[in-house]
């Protein structure tokens, strides 16, 4: 990690942060917010059309550097499982992104893809958590490493509780109760 890395994500955490403050700020108004893009509706009722395209703006941008950061490092993990993979890095990376352009184009939704992969999302971490407590009791991996039984317990209880909230999600969404 570097200060590049620790600059951009204390970045983007406070545009979260302030973006949150903002749109509480026009929720605690009292007004209705459009339910198939409640996001945008939270930019035009504070500043009008204006703010409306500033949206469009900002959420664009936001998507390209997810779908390129995303692309960069989905082929950056597979890359030493082939040398093939290795020496068509570029091309791989360039699929990835018209791959995805596609699927947007086909399912557009933007508030619904978002919703559907940050519910997916949420299993990931879980997912990787859990593998870690498992590779944490194998001396082939850790060799002389002992796990304090305290954390593989805390560990687990976030598993638990992240997977159920993560099937909560999932299910509440397909159910729409």
Known sequence: ???G?????GLASLMRLLLF????????TGVKLDPSNPAASVFKLASGELGYKIFGVVIWAAGISS??????????????????????????????ISISCIIFILIGKPVSILLTVGAINGFILPIALGIMLVAAYRSKIVSNYKQPLLLTITGLAVVITMVW?????????????
């Open 1 to 3: 990690v570097n200060k």
């Open 5 to 9: 890395a620790l600059s951009a994500i």
């Open 21 to 28: 403050i903002a749109a509480l700020g026009v929720v605690s």
């Open 67 to 96: 779908v390129v950061g995303s692309a960069y490092t989905s082929v950056s993990f597979i890359k030493s499982f082939h040398p093939v993979i290795l020496k068509f890095n570029r091309e791989i990376i360039i699929t990835f």
């Open 165 to 177: 909230m993560s099937y909560g999600t999932i299910v509440q969404m397909i159910t729409g109760k």
